[in-house]
């Protein structure tokens, strides 16, 4: 049981057990006492309700074709289409996402007409219920219905719905259900605000509650939009922080480049330079400012490059690099007041920024040249003690992030052999057969001539160099970039040798002392020999008896033959004899040796002696 978390006197902990559920006792634990008050729990400011009671209101219904209007200010044009001089796009708070709604509506209204001119938006101060009000030309009053049909489709795209009407009133346009328009029997209301009638349910907003709201701070929180083809511009910006100054101007000097320059503060308080780039040598074929010096600009750190798509005399609007407006930059540009920069950024890590007043921009080349007036030059000479060392720049190894390099060699430690050893069973036999192998004493290198070896779990994977016996770690370049003359020259490399450099060592192994990995392969020793022993034996006694013929009676009478004895069928032979006439025979031939052993086997061992005699005196 735990134990009760009150502190009682001298800093003692109660010890009584805790009341499930709680973290203190029986005796200590808080309890809470609940009272009624007369309290009007309802926001002062209503979002949405229905029209007071004395207005008498209908809910609006389609209209039949040819039916004269009953609602304030709406007639019929040319088509027969209900319209009225005003609309108003309606966007709920209760969407998942109503900002989203809000820019796409923007976007898409800004492509159609000027904002500033006939756009007028109003939000709810409680729940942040939209209503974008449009004052359309009044030129085309015949054919109105055209334009909000334009208007239905864009509000439709944003989940907003589409209402028509003037001052206070506002019925919904016409859709599938009512082709013609909606009408709606309307009386005189003593509560301002703005009415808008549908179909099952009208909606009201007092007028006390309805707030303007910008068309600026709604523009500003649009963003560019990444750009399908990058245009290079004959005029570009740079803002950059301040200690970067002095080494862009430099930079775009030596460049050959026309820059201004202009001091700016952001909303967080950061002070920024603002530089105007334009070429100083223009031509009819080159014009416009190259993609690498934008490029490089744009890498550097808290350095932004923007465009400038739409100029005046009076306000500039620049874009990020690589990006573009989703929206119509000509009917936008009235919504920003005169004498203003605006910054749009497509990083979602910077915020869109107006620079307000725009700055005065001066000529950087009347700020780098330096004057100093004076009759004698100034030589610079060195202090006497002082000792100008050699300079050297050492060649670095920095990581590479691009993608492409292989491995042409591992270097492994010998106890990592045996991780080799099981790999190597797993590897093609092409791979094999141009893999040679280094044995040194602490490292172990394994190169592939030919092929490209796999990345293995273990060792360092190494990559060639120049196509030369140069290797470096993978994913690694060395810095500064120079060709490869220089860097034999400066790394003192051999022909004759093969050189793995890493941040810890240099290895140079020479190339005589590389053998082929096919080598390495041997037959396991210590397996005992084992030996085969033919046992022999005589040849097994083969029996073959004939099988017995069926003889009739009939074939006994006709023939009167009888069965032979066995003895009969083979003749007596004499062995001695035969063995006897061959003795001779080898006699006739000279040989002694033969004709001794026949006369053995017969029994004539007086002969038998004297042929071998003859045979081994014969030798001598």
């Not at 088509?79 to 998942?96: E, F, G, T, V, W």
């Not at 029997?185 to 509650?209: H, T």
């Not at 492994?412 to 141009?434: A, D, N, R, V």
Request: with cysteine.
């Amino acid at each position: 049981m735990k134990q009760c978390k009150k502190i009682i006197n001298q800093g003692q902990r109660c010890s009584n057990p805790v009341v499930p559920g709680t973290e203190y006792c029986k005796q200590h634990k808080r309890s809470f006492t609940f009272r009624r008050i007369n309290k009007n729990t309802e926001p002062d400011i209503k979002a949405e309700k229905q029209p007071p009671a004395d207005s008498k209101i209908q809910n609006a219904m389609p209209s039949p074709p040819g039916a004269k209007t009953q609602f304030p200010k709406l007639m019929p044009d040319k088509r027969d289409i209900l319209i009225a001089p005003k609309a108003c796009i309606c966007i709920r708070s209760n969407q998942k996402q109503p900002n989203e709604s809000l820019h796409r509506c923007i976007i898409l209204l800004s492509n159609i007409m000027p904002l500033n001119t006939y756009v007028n938006i109003k939000t709810h101060s409680n729940n942040s219920d939209i209503l974008i009000l449009i004052s359309p030309e009044q030129k085309n009053q015949d054919h109105l219905s055209v334009f909000y049909d334009a208007l239905s489709d864009i509000s439709s795209n944003c989940n907003a719905i589409l209402y028509i009407g003037e001052n206070e009133l506002f019925i919904r346009y016409r859709d599938e259900n009512a082709p013609r328009g909606y009408d709606a029997k309307v009386s005189s209301s003593s509560e301002k605000g703005v009415y808008l009638f549908d179909i099952k349910k009208n909606i009201f907003f007092k007028q006390k509650a309805l707030k303007d709201l910008p068309l600026q701070n709604i523009l500003m929180t649009i963003r560019p939009q990444k750009s399908a083809t990058l245009t290079l511009p004959e005029t570009a910006f740079v803002t950059a922080p301040i200690p970067l100054y002095p080494l862009i101007s430099k930079y775009l000097s030596a460049r050959k480049l026309i820059f201004k320059v202009a001091r700016s503060v952001f909303k967080s308080g950061k002070k920024i330079m603002v530089f105007e780039i334009s070429l100083r040598n223009k031509t009819a074929s080159s014009n416009q400012i190259p993609g690498f010096l934008l490029n490089g600009l744009s890498d550097l750190p808290d350095c932004q490059v923007f465009l400038q798509p739409y100029a005046s005399p009076s306000k500039k609007i620049l874009i990020e690099y690589g990006y573009e407006s989703p929206c119509s930059l000509n009917h936008i540009a009235d919504v920003f007041s005169d004498n203003q920069i605006v910054l749009l950024y497509g990083n979602t890590n910077c915020e869109n920024f107006c620079i307000s007043p725009a700055p005065v921009f001066l000529k950087g080349d009347t700020l780098i040249k330096g004057q100093i007036q004076s009759s004698e030059p100034i030589i610079a000479k060195p202090h006497e003690k002082t000792k100008i060392t050699k300079l050297s720049i050492p060649l670095r190894l920095v990581h590479d992030s691009r993608s492409g390099s292989v491995t042409s060699a591992l270097i492994i430690e010998p106890e990592e052999c045996q991780w080799l050893m099981k790999t190597l069973y797993l590897l093609p036999e092409k791979l094999i057969q141009s893999m040679t192998v280094f044995w040194g004493q602490s490292k172990v290198i394994i190169q592939a001539k030919q092929l490209n070896m796999p990345l293995f779990p273990f060792g360092i994977p190494m990559q060639k160099m120049f196509d030369a016996n140069l290797f470096i770690p993978l994913h690694t370049r060395m810095s500064p970039l120079l060709s490869w003359d220089s860097i034999k020259h400066a790394l003192n490399i051999s022909k004759d040798h093969a050189t793995f450099l890493t941040p810890e060592f240099r290895m140079d192994c020479p190339l005589e002392t590389w053998l082929p990995l096919s080598r390495h392969v041997i037959s396991p020793l210590s397996n005992p020999n084992v030996t085969i022993n033919i046992k022999q034996s005589a040849m097994p006694k083969l029996k073959w008896t004939p099988p017995v013929q069926k003889e009739t009676s009939k074939i006994k009478k006709l023939f009167k033959t009888e069965k032979m004895k066995q003895e009969d069928l083979h003749p007596k032979t004499d062995t001695s004899t035969n063995i006897l006439e061959m003795a001779e025979n080898c006699l006739s031939h000279n040989d002694q040796f033969s004709a001794g052993m026949y006369f053995f086997l017969a029994g004539e061992k007086i002969k038998a002696a004297q042929c071998i005699e003859k045979a081994i005196m014969s030798d001598h």
